[in-house]
């Protein structure tokens, strides 16, 4: 039978860092409109566990992961490949990746070194609270509020919506997870107060209707953007016009059919579980001179030296991780893929039901296909796009092979 056990904890930083996303944000936060969370969840089997814990922010940098792994490793021997930190992409929350112009700020160094042991903290209380569990997962669709932002007109979206839940022996909702595909972009960079965004309002819908604690995933979203009304589509990557009613309204209506899909799901006491994890080397892109970038320079040598730290020798070693859930799929990986690289894993997924989770583990930045390399734009370019060539189709190929391996175990 499987066990889980779920935790929330707040990280809603103080008032006056710096905001993630915008880089023509020019000034820090100034208010808190709804405060923000890590989820965590513990899952397995009684002998072998999986930790996985969703923050509402812009990324996951390789140091907040590598201090939670040390931590949950040592404290409850869960081995750090069986550990996932994803964030959902929420460009309203606070600057965790340096993905900021704002030069006068307070309290982001604080922050930073608390957030790590609240995220550890929250992976300990979740596996402190395990209990046994009935799971199923489903499906619904969702395509009302998306739109391909490089092709707006024709470019494909994922307008599927999946849903795992749990529920104790009593009935009642332990927790769920859902896994849908969209930029945290409803507000934009002239919002100045801290906000989950759409994933935020998503999850606490879920958790008001249905109980427990919603966990949400942002799959393969890198060319994807919210189509919320004032979005003009000759100009859809302005979010200036976004509202907080609009981002209310989104989260509410993902969360309403996520509800749906649970209402009519078919439990089960009895599904197998397993983890599994590969690595994947990826070639990055030479990074010019910063005098070549005019107003990014100060951006472009914060990146430079953070890629130089984590990726010494010209190449990011990544890492990719997933576990199964019955007939459900899970597969997390680092940066911002394409939809269409998302598409394909799902293709080829031995699995009926296959979540991915962009933004997991490490940062990387997007993955692109490799003809939009040739098409240009924003996502291809330094510094926002680190990879060369090649790289989306080699994480798809190990996000397969690792499906595969999950599915035969």
Known sequence: MIELGVSKVRITPPVGVPMDGY????????????????RSLVIGDGTNFLALSSLELLYVTNDIAASVEDVVESELSIPRDSIIVTAVHNHSGPSVIGFHSVEQYRFLDEYLEYLPSAISSSIIEAYNRRRKVRVGYGRGRFDRWIVNRRKPKLGPVDDELLVFKAEDDSGRTVASIVNFA????????NNLL????????????????????????????GDINPYTPGTNIGRVYDRSMGRFDDA????????????????????????????????????????????????????????????????PHGEAIVSIRGFRIGDLGVVALPGELFVELGLS???????NY???????????????TDEAYDDGGYEVSIPVCLVDRGSGGKLVEASIDILRKLYSS
Do not use: W
């Open 248 to 311: 209310i309204r989104m989260g509410r209506a993902l969360g309403c059919e996520a509800v749906k899909v649970m209402e009519l799901l078919d439990l089960v006491d009895e599904a197998r579980f397993s983890s599994a994890s590969t690595t994947v080397k990826l070639k990055l892109r030479p990074i010019p001179t910063v005098d070549s970038f005019g107003s990014l320079d100060k951006l472009t040598s914060r990146i430079r030296q953070r890629i130089e730290k984590l990726f």
């Open 194 to 221: 801290i906000t989950g965004d759409y994933p935020g309002y998503l999850s606490r819908t879920v958790e008001s209707m249905e109980g427990g604690i919603c966990i949400f995933l942002n799959g393969a979203f």
């Open 182 to 189: 969209c930029h945290a972009v409803v507000l934009g960079s």
């Open 345 to 351: 894993i799902k293709r080829s997924s031995p699995f």
């Open 23 to 38: 880089l023509s944000r020019r000034m820090p936060s100034i208010g808190v409109h709804d405060h923000i969370y890590a």
């Open 354 to 368: 296959t979540m991915i989770a962009g933004c997991s583990i490490s940062e990387l930045g997007y993955i692109p």
